[in-house]
């Protein structure tokens, strides 16, 4: 089962608009990451916010994370071509014997008109 | 730069073949894991190692095992291979204790025909 579910599924904005994206979870959690995927390639860490943050920043990227309504959201601002690309958010289910089991949604795949 | 790195982009095999998919890191990391990635879907979880020799099954572990010998290295096996395998798999890994980010290979887009 998905721990983290990503909506709008999908999203088309104009270049140097805000693109915001939301990611809801089912359990407790120790921190909330969102990644990023170019197209047919591996994912790329773009930032973790703890469980007890509630905002965090990371040059155009701000992530908020709301442990009461399980849920997390991720804008970036100012959007170019470049960032056109499917973004995930991921969590930690509670450790097994010392390790972490890191599950991840089913994604929000954004594109950027130039 | 660190890294993780499997050993094939892509793939084709013949239903009812045996599978193997490599993952190698060099980062020392103690957590590893394999996904499988379909449209629609997202990442689902496989298999996850914590330790050398230890495995934990994920969500969709059926028709996969997997083999941990060495830290760096953690195995996709796919005893028989069936189409309903063919997947874009990806592994990572990342360090067991703490807030940390996972590291991705760059996915094996495996076909079974």
């Known amino acids: 089962s998905q721990q983290g579910e990503e909506d709008p599924q999908a999203l088309s904005i104009q270049e140097g608009e805000n693109a915001t994206m939301n990611c809801s979870y089912k359990?407790?959690?120790?921190?909330l990451q969102w990644y990023r995927q170019n197209s047919g390639r591996g994912l790329v860490h773009l930032i973790l916010?703890?469980?007890?943050?509630r905002e965090k920043h990371s040059g155009r990227l701000r992530v908020t994370l709301d442990t009461s309504k399980k849920s997390s959201s991720l804008l970036i601002t100012a959007s170019r071509a470049a960032d056109t690309a499917s973004y995930f958010c991921?969590?930690?289910?509670?450790?097994?014997?010392?390790?972490?089991?890191?599950?991840f949604g089913a994604g929000t795949r954004l594109f950027v008109k130039a | 730069d660190v890294k993780v790195t499997q050993s094939s982009r892509y793939l084709v095999k013949r239903t009812g073949e045996k599978v193997f998919l490599e993952c190698v890191q060099d980062?020392?990391?103690?957590?590893m894991f394999w996904y499988r990635q379909d449209p629609g879907l997202g990442l689902r979880l496989i298999y996850f190692?914590?330790?050398?020799?230890?495995?934990e099954k994920g969500d969709i572990p059926e028709g996969y095992s997997v083999s941990r010998e060495k830290k760096e290295r953690f195995s996709l096996i796919l005893e028989s291979a069936s189409t309903n395998q063919t997947s874009m798999y990806l592994c990572?890994?990342?360090?067991?204790?703490?807030?940390?980010?996972?590291?991705f290979g760059q996915g094996t887009r495996l076909t079974v025909v």
């Open positions: 990572a890994s990342r360090r067991r204790q703490g807030a940390h980010e996972a590291f």
């Open positions: 359990t407790s959690i120790n921190n």
């Open positions: 916010i703890r469980s007890n943050e």
């Open positions: 991921a969590t930690d289910a509670i450790p097994l014997g010392g390790g972490f089991k890191t599950i």
């Open positions: 980062m020392d990391h103690e957590n």
């Open positions: 190692s914590y330790d050398v020799k230890m495995k």
